[in-house]
């Protein structure tokens, strides 16, 4: 069970726009930044968002992120077959004194 | 260009112990702190351990605290795992992280490495 909660699973149509919810607490998400992750079968995990919106060099714009309160959302736009794969979100929880990722969403673009 | 490199998985028997190391390049080591993540097969992201800019600090998952240790030699740019008691619950493939600034935000991650626990 993770302390973030995730879809498990979410599907939208190429060039369609899809987004991925991420649901912690006041002791994650609600007093520190999120990040997210993108991960394809058989390879590590990627950064695309940190700090809850920014984006790292070499990352599009169609994919975007938000917080509020105790919760975020990754937003990916013009969806493309390569955008299917895992979706993380990440931070840290003050209480745990560890780090917390959810449990993973399976985006298939159909 | 930043690269992590881990090595040290393998097949252990339930009970034993491997040490897991990751070779950093491409930054300035010692100005990071590392963190470890692990991911069973099929399953999602788990947070180890973390170790600050000169070893002095470190933080343990509950589910390992007590088993592994965290340390690092910034003369020779690696962050290292040593695993002891391993258990089947601890085969996942390990990967190394580097962060993006200060926060937790993982900008770099190695290629990971395979822990198998045999029961």
């Known amino acids: 069970q993770s302390v973030l909660t995730q879809p498990p699973s979410v599907s939208a149509a190429p060039g369609q726009r899809v987004t991925i919810s991420c649901s912690g607490s006041?002791?994650?998400?609600?007093?520190?930044?999120v990040s997210w992750y993108k991960q394809l079968p058989g390879t590590a995990p990627k950064l695309l968002i940190y700090?809850?919106?920014k984006r790292p060099s070499g990352i599009p714009d169609r994919f975007s992120g938000s917080k509020s309160g105790t919760s975020a959302t990754l937003g990916i736009t013009g969806l493309q077959a390569g955008d299917e794969a895992d979706y993380y979100c990440?931070?840290?929880?003050?209480?745990?004194?560890?780090?917390?990722f959810g449990g993973g969403t399976k985006l298939t673009v159909l | 260009e930043v690269q992590l490199v881990e090595s040290g998985g393998g097949l252990v028997n339930s009970g034993g112990s491997l040490r897991l190391s990751c070779a950093a390049s491409?930054?300035?080591?010692?100005?990071?702190?590392m963190h470890w993540v692990r991911q069973a097969p099929g399953k999602g992201l788990v947070w180890v351990s973390r170790?600050?800019?000169?070893?002095?600090?470190?933080t343990y998952a509950d589910a390992v605290k007590g088993r592994f240790t965290i340390s690092r030699d910034d003369g020779k740019n690696t962050v290292y795992l040593q695993m002891n008691s391993l258990r089947a619950e601890d085969t996942a493939v390990y990967y190394c992280?580097?962060?993006?600034?200060?926060?937790?935000?993982?900008?770099?991650w190695g290629q990971g490495t395979l822990v198998t626990v045999s029961s």
């Open positions: 700090d809850n919106n």
């Open positions: 990440g931070t840290w929880d003050t209480s745990l004194s560890a780090g917390v």
């Open positions: 491409g930054f300035s080591f010692n100005t990071y702190w």
């Open positions: 170790i600050n800019t000169d070893g002095s600090t470190t």
């Open positions: 992280a580097r962060v993006l600034g200060g926060g937790t935000c993982y900008a770099y």
């Open positions: 006041s002791s994650n998400i609600g007093n520190n930044f």
